[in-house]
């Protein structure tokens, strides 16, 4: 699954959950499904029958089943069919039917009859609407199949299924298997599409999508492929279509193991509520992330809708061929797949630098790794709500971070034979951790399962403390390893890691080792400057004494891209962690303004617009904001504004990023008008703009914006709801519009009819984003609260919103925050919350640490 779009998840296990988990001692092996959705009811009707193995005889069993009403249900076996009395259990999710006579050790088929709903909350066999009609379509994981049929709802329970759907004439359907026949009737008006039976799965890749799709066709390698959408949007196909057909023939080369599932189908859905879901041979899309209108896309949204694809791909072989035991292991799954995504992306356009994007994935991860409320890779979890949770940043970039370190240090091609075996092994079946590194350990003859055991089994992250010494010829790294912890003056548990590290000289080649004490020394010949984390592949923190980090600054150039991303990355956490005063990241940016990689200019407009939002004090404001405009200024003149359409994507990032900083960190009143000018040309003539520059200068324009230009851009709302990334330009912009009484319109038009469910936590979450709404946007989810609860359920939107609440800075809001979720609590965002509140503290002991250090700065920068 791709994480819903609003935040990372992100959080904490409260209370020690019931178990819900089936005994194991009847095993399916083969489903046959049919449904009847009835789209002007938002019900259907549905008929299973369930191939069974018991293990021992038994007069019940148990399954699950949630939402759903049983007409009849019977246990037939050896040839006798016995009629099962049904009870419930709500909260377990589980159904026991219980009969008479005792059903032998050995095959029965169990069938029930049954009614449900397609729901509106965007889960299980749900209802989505557009363009004025209904459709029905499936969003299973992790435990929701259960509301669409009776299952055995775990990921170990593998078995074949056979679907097939009666939907109304003129509809069409798809499924995990290819369509092998399609008959009118039984019913009048109605006709039935049935679906070819897949190979064994799990029930929560299972889909169904009823409507009016109408598909782009393509193939790799011999497979069919299609790209789906609503019939207006099937021009904004042929991007996705494209992407797929190169990453399918990618993968079948990278793993040596074909495509297992026949074909595979895509599809955009007007409601979702993840990002996207790869269920086997039909992923499902938002629209936003697979549609993309080539003409004026911008990069951002090309690499993204790209890298989506090629992760939901990478899933038909991580997840969904060889699948976690359990959730406990969805770093198996999710992690793998956001680790291989970026590698045919870097085949297929290489000027996309992708693996500076991994990098900045793994800044990401490592500032959500030094939190004390972080988890371990792998928890257990046992509850809905638990298992919901674990999908966050660990899983997922934390992981993709870790097996990169790993694969640099393996090298690429033994790293993946040892994929490939492993894939070969389990393909069809299940795994779990020890199952991949002890393959990768007998494949690669190296200490991959000391390694990832001290990564996937502790929480946290850590920090290399390098002293250099050199001895004449020769240089002594002292190298001392502890658990990072991003507060100042927080203390951290006693912790080691086996981790690998390679150092380079800034003139030399890297060398590696594999420190797993507190304390040990390294020699490296010569005495140039010691970079420690070569190629930027190591998941750890650095940390350089002062003169050290100012050295590797003056040789920055000895450094690659990706190793100055982690240069930044590691001082700025000296600075988030009290070690360093934040003068030395200051001069560190400003040495690499003219840095010409995009990716880099990102990575210091960030934090430069991080220290301005909360650390410089009023009095100072000018005098930072004057130094921006003389370090960056510059550089953006000599990419001009708006600059040449014939620019590469490369200078179209870096001139975004610097108009940004520039015109708004800088406070700079000519670029803001000049913003403002370019976004009424925009919105006259949608090619007066590169694709890439227009996002920000449609929030430059609106962060001064008036109610007049606020009217203007919800009218290109109502306009563009067929173009579904120029509508998110201006959907994104919104939160940007200051002025207090906007902020009311932005918060009643997130919770009015004309925003989508899937997009209102995103509209709430930008508000609580920027400084100038922030207060307003907390009043609102205090007083809306049980409106947003109603509207979005608990496990969409509401966790993005209580993760969003982390940019606040005071140690008074923390209390109150934490105070308003005692009394209404949120079991699937618990983790969240406790890092949102750890967040809050640390800024503001952050603020503390740092206020009379930066104020010196700031007096004597020029
Ligand atoms: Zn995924």
Redesign the pocket.
């Known amino acids: 699954?791709?994480?819903s779009v609003v935040a990372l998840l992100l959080l904490l296990v409260a209370s020690p959950a019931a178990a819900q988990r089936l005994s194991g001692t009847v095993l399916p092996d083969r489903y046959a499904l049919w449904f009847a959705p009835d789209l002007a009811k938002a019900t259907f009707r549905g008929r299973a029958a369930i191939g069974v193995q018991l293990k021992s005889p038994a007069t019940a069993i148990t399954l699950h089943a949630a939402e759903l009403d049983f007409v009849e249900a019977t246990i037939d076996s050896g040839g006798t069919a016995q009629a099962a009395r049904v009870t419930f259990d709500a909260k377990a999710e589980t159904a026991t039917l219980t009969v008479a006579q005792e059903v032998p050790a050995g095959p029965a088929t169990i069938r029930i009859t049954y009614n449900g709903i397609l729901n509106d909350k965007l889960r299980g066999f749900y209802l989505s609407k557009a363009n004025g009609r209904s459709y029905a379509v499936t969003q299973m994981e992790a435990t929701d199949a259960r509301r669409a049929f009776p299952s055995f709802d775990e990921p170990i329970y593998k078995a074949t299924f056979e679907v097939s759907l009666m939907i109304d004439q003129g509809d069409t359907a798809i499924s995990n298997g290819a369509q092998v026949s399609d008959a009118p009737g039984p019913e009048a008006g109605k006709h039935t599409v049935t679906f070819a039976a897949t190979p064994k799965m799990s029930t929560y890749l299972v889909a169904m999508i009823v409507g009016d799709f109408v598909c782009r066709s393509g193939s790799a390698d011999a497979t069919p492929i299609r790209v789906c959408s609503t019939p207006d949007k099937l021009a904004l196909t042929g991007f996705a279509l494209e992407a797929a057909q190169q990453q399918l023939a990618f993968y079948n080369d990278y793993f040596g193991i074909r495509y297992p599932f026949g074909k595979l189908d895509i599809l955009a859905i007007p409601d979702f509520a993840a990002g996207?879901?790869?269920n086997v041979g039909a992923i499902t899309f938002r629209e936003r992330l697979l549609l993309v209108d080539q003409e004026r896309a911008s990069l951002g949204v090309r690499k993204n809708v790209a890298s989506v694809i090629s992760?939901?791909i990478?899933?038909q072989w991580f997840?969904n061929l060889v699948t976690m035991k359990w959730w406990d292991d969805i770093w198996l799954?999710?992690g793998f797949?956001?680790w291989i995504a970026s590698r045919p992306l870097a085949a297929w356009r290489p000027e996309w630098k992708v693996e500076l994007d991994d990098a900045a994935d793994t800044q990401s991860a490592l500032g959500l790794d030094a939190l004390r409320s972080t988890r371990a890779i792998r928890i257990h979890v046992e509850t809905p709500d638990e298992i919901n949770e674990v999908?966050d940043g660990i899983a997922?970039e934390k992981t993709a971070g870790v097996l990169r370190m790993i694969e640099g240090f393996v090298g690429q091609e033994a790293f993946r034979t040892g994929i490939s075996s492993y894939l070969k092994k389990f393909a069809y079946g299940n795994a779990a951790g020890e199952d991949f590194w002890t393959e990768m350990t007998r494949v690669t003859s190296r200490p991959i399962d000391r390694i990832l055991q001290s990564y996937v089994e502790q929480p946290g992250v850590p920090v290399l403390s390098v002293e250099t010494k050199c001895t004449g010829t020769s240089n002594d790294i002292n190298l001392a390893q502890a658990r990072f912890v991003g507060t100042p003056g927080a203390s951290a548990p006693q912790q080691t890691w086996t981790v690998p590290v390679c150092f380079k000289s800034t003139d030399g080649q890297p060398r590696c080792e594999v420190p797993d004490r507190p304390k040990q020394t390294f020699t490296a010949n010569g005495c140039a400057n010691v970079f420690a984390n070569a190629e930027g592949r190591g998941y750890y923190f650095t940390e350089y004494t002062p003169p050290g980090v100012r050295a590797l600054a003056g040789s920055v150039k000895g450094l690659k891209p990706v190793e100055r991303i982690s240069l930044l990355g590691d001082e700025w956490a000296m600075v988030r962690s009290g070690r360093h005063d934040i003068g030395v990241y200051l001069d560190l940016a400003a040495s690499l303004a003219g840095d010409e990689t995009a990716a880099i200019t990102d990575a210091i407009a960030s934090r430069i617009g991080f220290t301005l939002e909360y650390l410089v004090p009023t009095a100072q404001r000018a005098r930072y904001e004057a130094w921006i405009r003389a370090r960056f200024g510059p550089a953006l003149t000599a990419l001009g504004v708006p600059g040449s359409a014939s620019d590469s994507d490369e200078r179209q990032s870096r001139r975004a990023e610097l108009l940004n900083l520039v015109a708004l960190g800088g406070n700079d009143a000519a670029l803001q008008a000049r913003a403002k000018e370019l976004a009424a040309q925009y919105m006259a003539n949608p090619m007066s703009l590169p694709g890439t520059l227009a996002p920000t200068v449609l929030r430059i324009a609106a962060a001064s914006g008036d109610a007049a230009l606020y009217d203007r851009y919800v009218a290109q709302l109502e306009k563009l709801g067929g173009q579904p990334e120029e509508y998110y330009r201006f959907f994104n912009a919104l939160p940007a519009f200051s002025d207090p009484a906007l902020v009311q319109r932005t918060l009643k038009f997130a919770v009015s009819p004309a925003v989508r469910t899937q997009d209102t936590g995103q509209l709430i979450a930008g508000l609580l984003g920027q400084p100038r709404s922030r207060d307003a946007a907390w009043a609102f989810v205090q007083a809306e609260w049980p409106t947003l609860m109603k509207k979005l359920g608990t496990f969409q939107g509401i966790p993005g919103i209580i993760g969003a609440l982390g940019s606040f800075c005071m140690r008074d809001t923390a209390a109150q925050v934490r105070q308003f979720f005692m009394k209404n609590p949120v079991p699937s965002a618990e983790r969240t919350l406790q890092q949102a509140i750890e967040r809050i503290e640390n800024c503001a002991a952050l603020v503390e640490r740092q206020s009379s250090p930066l104020n010196a700065w700031i007096a004597a920068a020029r």
């Open positions: 699954m791709w994480k996207a879901m790869e992760h939901e990478a899933h997840g799954n999710e797949a956001t999908f997922y």
